[in-house]
């Protein structure tokens, strides 16, 4: 098995009325809040919204990619 690169990817999980109510607040839409809490934006505006949900409720989750257990082929 070769080692590859660690891959890992952060994203910000909060519920609708959560979303609503930052995009309200800030007066920007919905996708702008989607698009922050996928880490898809570094913007100013953008850590603004990923701190005020993680404040407000919201859980920040980070996947790490792993290697495949089951590459190698077994005879039973």
Not at 20 to 45: C, F, G, H, M, Q
Request: proline content about 3%.
């Amino acid at each position: 098995m070769a080692k590859t690169e660690e891959k890992t990817e952060k994203f910000i999980k909060a519920d609708k009325e959560l979303k609503e109510e930052i995009a309200a607040k800030l007066k920007v839409t919905t996708r702008t809040i989607e698009a922050a809490l996928a880490y898809d934006t570094n913007s100013p505006t953008a850590r603004l919204i990923r701190s005020y949900a993680l404040n407000h409720g919201a859980k920040m989750f980070e996947v790490k990619e792993v290697e495949n257990p089951y590459d190698e082929v077994i005879t039973l």
